[in-house]
């Protein structure tokens, strides 16, 4: 099968259009609204050439993906997940009902995910943190991230500690909520408690970050609140958590990693994390490593940062997929 993993979302689907052929595609159209059409439109335009075995494992993906969707629909999980094990095996059973699960959920505020994190802060900038809060609960972590390094730094600090000390929100105060912002937001209804915010969302959100403003965060955590700084900071794993990491799974988010930010990444880190890194190459490799370390001079911070946050999520997308094992707060439930 051919690598699609360097495909976004966006391309894939400009690929199934384009193998569809001018008519079907056409009829798929009628069914889009003006900003997928128009995203559409432009990647199939971007398309370029594809390889035959790409094309081919694009559209396996496609079909896979739709009859997850129907099988779930048909008769939900557990009889999903018996069709799709005896069709494509455990392992791609379980990736396809990831992907389609998340989907499936419909959330309070869904829509929101579609909305310019600029957008969101011009709407939400003069709210209550507690407003912001609850509003931001509802959105990617991404974007929540986004929404939160744009507030001031006083306000900022007091959206964080909201979300993460709110457990459920009662469908009176989503609806306060919408009411506030009626003219920005379409009405949600909720009939029953959500669950949302709590400190495992905000640690996602501040993963979500850069390094500085992750920083500058904590440090003013740690002056309000330092057992909630504590707990958020427990749930999190930033790159100087490789250390907790076990030999295997170093090794592993290794190979997938670019030999130049694992120079710039240790540019900036402890000799601790340098060893660590050492003793899980090759001699070739280390030695490559540490000659390469000698020569680069005068990195900027931010470039430093940037190659720490990328390998981290590296690490994050291998642990989603099962590949390694990272120990959030120097602690996991592991049975040897």
Request: glycine share 4%; aromatic share 6%; with cysteine.
């Amino acid at each position: 099968m051919a690598e699609i993993e360097k495909f976004t979302p966006e391309q894939k689907a400009a690929a199934v259009i384009v193998s569809m052929g001018v008519d079907k595609a056409s009829q798929i159209y009628k069914y889009l609204g003006q900003d997928d059409l128009e995203s559409l439109t432009v990647e199939v335009a971007r398309l370029g050439h594809l390889k035959a075995g790409e094309i081919e494992a694009i559209l396996d993906e496609f079909y896979k993906e739709c009859l997850t969707q129907k099988v779930v629909a048909d008769g939900g999980i557990e009889y999903a997940r018996m069709v799709l094990e005896k069709a494509f095996g455990e392992e791609i059973a379980n990736e396809l009902l990831h992907k389609v699960s998340k989907s499936l959920k419909v959330m309070p505020f869904a829509f929101l995910n579609k909305t310019n994190s600029k957008n969101l802060y011009s709407i939400l900038q003069h709210e209550r943190p507690q407003t912001i809060a609850l509003v931001l609960s509802y959105v990617e972590p991404n974007q929540a991230a986004d929404v939160i390094v744009l507030l001031p730094e006083e306000k900022r600090l007091k959206v964080v500690t909201c979300i993460a000390k709110m457990e459920s929100a009662s469908p009176e105060a989503i609806k306060l909520v919408e009411q506030e912002m009626q003219k920005k937001f379409s009405t949600i209804l909720t009939t029953d408690f959500t669950h949302v915010g709590g400190v495992d969302y905000i640690a996602e959100v501040i993963n979500n970050m850069d390094r500085s403003n992750e920083k500058n965060i904590f440090e003013g955590l740690n002056r309000q609140d330092e057992e909630l700084s504590a707990e958020i900071r427990k749930k999190m794993f930033v790159f100087e958590d490789i250390v907790t990491m076990d030999a295997r799974s170093i090794q592993r988010f290794l190979r997938d990693c670019d030999q130049k930010d694992i120079v710039l990444a240790l540019k900036g880190s402890t000799a601790e994390v340098a060893n660590i890194i050492f003793a899980n190459v090759s001699s070739r490799m280390a030695e490559n490593i540490k000659a390469d370390l000698e020569i680069t001079v005068n990195v900027r911070l931010k470039d430093v940062e940037e190659a720490q946050q990328r390998i981290v999520g590296v690490i994050r997308d291998l642990e989603e997929r099962g590949e390694v094992l990272i120990m959030k707060g120097g602690k996991g439930d592991i049975i040897a």
